[in-house]
């Protein structure tokens, strides 16, 4: 993202890192560029509640990276962690200013004298406040030039001391100590690393630590909200350490404070920051750390350094010389939503990443302003346990044989209790005076596979009539509804996934998706919500009513829902009989009229935008591609959108197609994806279609970025050539052209 | 002022244009006021020279399309000539068009469709290739069997 430039001003005013040494100050390419905040270094400070302008910022640090987390944490309540903050906030490079003595973040607070704080982040109430002036963003620096080598400090085994490392040598040990370190060492309480700068401007180019004790530091800081129960919301900018002792770089897990020392919080009534997740809390001779042991089975040190999403490394020969595309040389992986988890790559697969061909952080395609959060979403859809039936009547599954002998069972029922008074005699044993009504319901299924029933079967219980009759016996079904479900996982390539190169030929309208759901019918599924997801169809029978509902989920969180019904229901006498087939006719006839209705109006709207759409002339390059496509789109979405309605209304009664349940045992009982994919003409090529007509696109860039046959609009700003050159250019390019 | 006289074979829309020398740098003399984007000038009589398409004139230091070619009573060959702007601008050592920021619609150097719908791509009308595939599990038999459900009153009192 490009740094705003009412904040920062143009990229032609600011300011190199000039004195820094490490940087070569004569080829600005990869000088890091700074800017005050105002007029001045007094007034670059940033007023409370404000925060930096985030536009700088070239990443963020998503939820799951392992330094998401920050903490507020007392020395004197060492098992307490005060504040969890999982924290999804943008990075940005900041310079520290070598007359400050690097106190410009907040990293602990006195709680026993609020008069005599230090808090360096902007709070104005208090006397030592407001020192964060000395907050220099970076507006820019190169990532090719700038990369970290990490070191832990980590404690023995026994807690008796702790040490400084490479990371290379605690994981490989060195010649004087031919074991890794982390056999001795094994505690990490801190996380760090030092960052390594170009110095020449050659292809051999070597890098130089930074020596921020001469002149000043560089770090990865970070913009994020920090509530803590003792200090007012403020805006807190740190993820680094700072400069001070022999301490310089930047500071990635553990517990820091003010003088630079990240190690340990000693004074029992401050309250210290902690950063990073999965951390230990303890008191080592009356001060804290947050420590985590070392294990070889997780990469949890590099993962905290790739969510700077910057080049790093584990050893010195790396930093100073090595190639950006070694073994040994590591790069944060920035997702395409601009978020750091902590993946990283090395090698070859470095060249792959966004990152390896800026010129600077501004090439990053960031959008701070876009808040994707997906904390704020949920991720599966809950379905409730199955419930029980009521016990008011008695359900049973039983089979056609069964059935069949019911009737004859009521007739034997009744002579049973045969008197003078037959029809006292039945109301008392069944309720009602037709003992063909003690059949409250009869409905047929056209599946076997019931889950929830009993398994033994029981006699049947007509009202007080139990049979004699062994063979008639059911199994009584205990819970109202069953689910089944059915899969297309996206790992096995059963999904919907791109055949086209993931091109707009392989979402809609071009490409179409349905699922044939057992008992429901033919549902259109939106390609995009479901492509490179598994896809889930919850299939759930109401065995009360003989509905049935499927639900459409992408991986697990439903996105649609079709009706249908699977029962059949049996009319036991003629009344019953002819009330149910007036109401399956009268479904199917309401149903129909709605979809002709909505298709109708739609269907000749998206033809007239089409036929619109294909017109095209040179004028306007821009705003006739644009809004074609966007026409287009918008048409084939409402023609979409009314298909969708009329598939997805409830039918009121029994069907929503014109099939039955027991249609349906004709169909194959599974349920099946089918994907209609466009054919191209076997005379295209594709290196003559690219020479003569060039693939439809939309890409932002300079001249010299594209090749080939390119249709574009020119700007010309800066460009002296008479007012009728740039007419011609312009023209040229809106024509097309070959670079 | 001097004039090269150059050939290219490149498509008219090249816009960093590969040429070939037809003549050294040869003195030019303007037949009237000469204009900087239609120049019309007068050279010696060299056979040579009519192979040329395009000329640079160092004057303007602009290239040139020749569009007319004229031999005269007296061995002059007259070359009338139209800018080439696009690649005057884009050869240039400064000042060029190459850092020019452009919004590109269309582009063949990316080698294959994008996500951007494309009108004027071959796809066959109205014939579809149909994939279909079935869920991984199979709740259901492929002989699928009935069951029925009976919903009977409960209760009552023995006669």
Known sequence: MTPNVNVYGAADTWLHVLPLSGYNADNKNFVPAWQTIGAGIAASKINFPDAIDNSICYAAIAEDSPIAEINTVQASAPTVKNTTLPVRSPIFAAFLNTESYGKFTQTYYDISNNTNVQIYTPNETLADANLNKYVQPMCSISPKDTVLKIVVRAYKDDWSSWNTFKYNEYLNGNESHPLPYYTEYPHIFHIYCLVYARTENSENRTRQYIDADNVGGFYIERDIEFNCPVWD??????????????????????????????????????????????????????????????????????????????FFCDDDNTAENGAYNSNTMYLGTIDENGLLHGDYTHGTDNETQSQYNWISTNDSTYDPTKDYDNTKYDNATHFNTQASVGSCNKRYIITEEVLNKCVGELATALTTYTTDTTQESSLKAFLTNNPMDCIISLKKFPVNNIPGYALTPTALK???????????VGRELTKAWSQYDFTFSN????GIYPVYGNTFLDYEPYTRAELIIPFCGTVQIPLADFMGHDIRVRLIIDFVTGACTAFIMRDLIALMSISGQAGVDIGVSGVQTATLDSQITNANMQYKAAQLNSKETTVSAFAQTISSGLKADVGSVIERGVSNYYNMEHAALYEQQAQYNAEHVQVP????????????????????????????SPDYDADVYAKTVGFACLKNGKVSDFSGLTVGAINLNGVPCTAEEKTMIINDFARGVIL | MNITLKLTTDDIRVVNKTFTDVSTALSAVPTADMSILQPVFT???????????????????????????AVTIGEKIVFTCEVDAKTSWYKRTTGNIKNCDITVVRNGGIGQPTKIPDDKLPVIPNVEDVQTTIAENYWFSETPSTCYIITLVNGGVSP
Not at chain 1, 233 to 246: E, M, N, Q
């Open chain 1, 233 to 310: 919301t403020v805006k807190d900018y740190t993820l680094s350490c700072l400069k001070g002792g022999a301490f310089n770089g930047v500071h990635v897990w553990g517990i820091c404070d003010v003088n630079g020392k990240p190690y340990y919080g000693d004074t029992p009534n401050y309250i210290y920051k902690c950063i990073g997740v999965d951390g230990t809390l303890k008191t080592i001779n009356d001060a804290i750390i947050m420590y985590r042991d070392y294990n070889a089975s997780d990469d949890f040190v590099r993962r905290c350094v790739a969510s700077l999403g910057l």
């Open chain 1, 462 to 472: 007509f009202g007080a009539y139990t049979s004699s009759d062994a063979t008639i």
């Open chain 1, 491 to 494: 790992n096995n390539r059963n």
């Open chain 1, 653 to 680: 009664f029994k069907q929503l197609s014109a099939s039955t349940g027991v249609i349906s045992l004709a169909y194959e009982q599974a349920c099946r994806l089918v994907i209609y994919r466009p054919k191209l």
């Open chain 2, 43 to 69: 050279v010696s009589y060299n056979s040579a020279y009519l192979n040329a398409n395009y000329v640079y004139i160092d004057l303007f230091d602009r290239y040139y399309k020749i569009t007319g070619k």
